[in-house]
């Protein structure tokens, strides 16, 4: 090859290599320069609490994501459509439903009902509205739904509660007595229906002297001259358990007097003092609770007094407020002494006296409290003699001889003589329920003055819970105890607190016991001196009598 041809095959060489750098040079460039392919971004529109929300998210996320983004938080009960999980799409719409859930406590009324009862105690034809009819109360909880603050749903979540058992209303109807006429001594008063009657003179001569038809019998008692009688009334406040109101009892009832006497929750004690010229009264409050038994017992005693005009006086403090000792939460109960000069005070644990002047208390007998296993305690009834020297009571005794056997169903009818204070058993078994009753200073065939114990005999004497008594009579040293009522065979009586006459009968001199039988009043008469057959005398029979009181001369 020449000179000439190898230089143009060089310089011809030389421009293709460079016409080939410049052609890699141009693609290079043109990718680097060449404008990207963007993603679309999708429309969506959210809808919450009233309001719309535009917003621009990209493809492939899910309503969930988009809400999040949006600034929107759900609540548990919030509803959302389409589902949180679904993917969005261009020009979606999301909804979300607000729900807000809540719970409402309806009351209603229930309506008492209405009784009608015949009634030998009224004239015949004559009506009387016995006991006050109330209206209860139940509540029934409902759920609400709202959806964005619009009630869509009420539901009923539960059964209707009683929060307040309503009180039937009692209308009483007179019919012509079936009973005999007798005469009595003094003012024999008696609960009736909710309602305070009194006979005086003979069991025919009977009338209402508190007819509000809601005594709850806590208290119900004639002072010693039977001419107040003492009575607790059922309170329509929700903290308040009973009043304690006084009848100054008037030749008819449009003299009849009521007094309020300003005093309330009294559960165990409120009574006359004996001997006492003022009108004395003395008494024992509770404060009143939601849990069983209903109320915590303070455990004190006042006094206070109130006039023929009505005016009552301040109370006088005797005891304050204290625990009770044990069981202290059911209550501390109080018995005056037969001339006013002392009181007895008895509790689940013991038995012991009151100086009244300085409020001092000691102890006279230590009382093995009784395990109810249940929400009431057991109190030993004290009665005192009419010589104010012995207390009559009821000894809780352990069956095993440990002293802390507290579930033993022993109880022994005792006596505790005050000079020798040695607690001495005269009735063994008798029942927790005997409650003691000493009657006045009687006079016998022989003319020698003494007296006598009515008491209650359990029928079951192991199980004297639950159990139905007998009333028997004994003398003052435990001696001629004789069963008197009801006759063998007949179903017993249930507990209670028997009341003697304030005199002898007129018809037979003899003194009498009135107690309640099957819800009517009965007097038991020819028991004073262990002499003769008593003589059995009911003297109602609507079987509405729950408590009575006996007083006067």
């Known amino acids: 090859m020449t000179k000439f041809m190898m230089r143009d095959y060089t310089i011809h060489t030389h421009m293709r290599f460079k016409a080939l750098i410049i052609a890699l040079l141009t693609i290079l460039w043109a990718a680097c320069s060449a404008p990207k392919t963007t ?7 959210v809808i919450v609490e009233g309001r719309s929300i535009d917003l621009q998210v990209p493809p492939g996320i899910s309503v969930e994501t988009g809400l999040n983004q949006a600034g929107v938080t759900l609540n548990s009960l919030d509803r959302v459509e389409p589902p949180i999980y679904t993917l969005l799409t261009d020009d979606a719409q999301v909804k979300v439903t607000r729900i807000k859930e809540e719970y409402i406590v309806d009351q209603e009324v229930v309506p008492f009902e209405q009784n009608v009862l015949k009634t030998e105690s009224l004239p015949d034809q004559t009506t009387l509205i016995a006991q006050k009819g109330e209206n209860g109360l139940r509540e029934i909880t409902y759920r609400l739904l709202f959806e964005d603050g619009v009630e869509v749903s009420k539901t009923r979540i539960n059964d209707s509660v009683i929060v307040k058992e309503s009180v039937p209303e009692i209308i009483m109807v007179g019919i012509q007595a079936a009973y005999t006429t007798y005469g009595i001594p003094g003012r024999l008063a008696y609960l009736l229906g909710g309602n305070a009657w009194i006979m005086e003179e003979t069991t025919a001569r009977r009338r209402p002297v508190l007819a509000t038809g809601d005594l709850d019998g806590r208290v119900f008692s004639l002072s010693p001259n039977g001419e107040w009688l003492l009575a607790t009334r059922r ?88 625990s ?51 929400d009431w305690a057991w109190t030993p009834w004290v009665s005192w003699a009419p010589d104010g020297n012995t207390l009559y009571t009821i000894a809780h005794i352990s069956q095993s001889g440990d002293q802390t056997d507290e579930a033993s169903p022993i109880f022994d009818l005792a006596a505790i003589p005050l000079i020798q204070g040695d607690i001495i058993h005269l009735v063994p078994q008798s029942g927790m329920f005997a409650y003691p009753v000493v009657s006045p200073f009687l006079v016998s065939s022989n003319n020698r003055g003494g007296f006598r114990v009515a008491y209650l005999q359990a029928n079951f004497p192991t199980q004297s819970e639950t159990s139905r008594y007998r ?31 304030p005199g002898p009968m007129p018809d037979n001199g003899s003194y009498a016991i009135g107690l309640v039988y099957n819800g009517n009043l009965w007097l038991i008469d020819g028991v004073y001196n262990g002499e003769g057959t008593p003589v059995f005398r009911q003297i109602t029979g609507d079987g509405l009598v729950n408590k009575i009181s006996w007083a006067g001369r």
């Open 39 to 45: 993603q679309s971004l999708l429309d969506v529109k």
């Open 235 to 322: 309170s329509v406040k929700e903290d308040e358990i009973n009043t304690l109101w006084v009848v100054k009892i008037g030749p008819d009832s449009n003299s009849d007097k009521l007094i309020d006497l300003k005093v309330s929750n009294i559960i165990h004690f409120a009574e006359w003092m004996p001997g006492s010229s003022k009108g004395e009264i003395g008494f024992s409050t509770v404060e009143p609770r939601q849990t069983a038994p209903g109320w915590q017992a303070n455990n004190d005693f006042h006094i206070f007094s109130v006039s023929d005009s009505g005016w009552v006086s301040k109370w006088k403090t005797i005891v304050e407020s204290n």
């Open 324 to 374: 009770g000792g044990v069981y202290g939460w059911w209550g501390t109960n109080y018995a005056w002494d037969p001339t006013g000069g002392k009181v007895v005070y008895f509790r689940p644990d013991g038995i012991g006296l009151i100086n009244i002047d300085e409020g001092l208390q000691t102890p006279i007998v230590d009382i093995l409290p009784y395990q109810t296993r249940s």
């Open 471 to 501: 009333l028997y009579l004994m003398d003052r040293d435990g001696s001629n105890s004789t069963a008197i009522f009801p006759e063998t065979g007949d179903a017993g009586i249930e507990p209670q607190q028997v009341a003697w006459s």
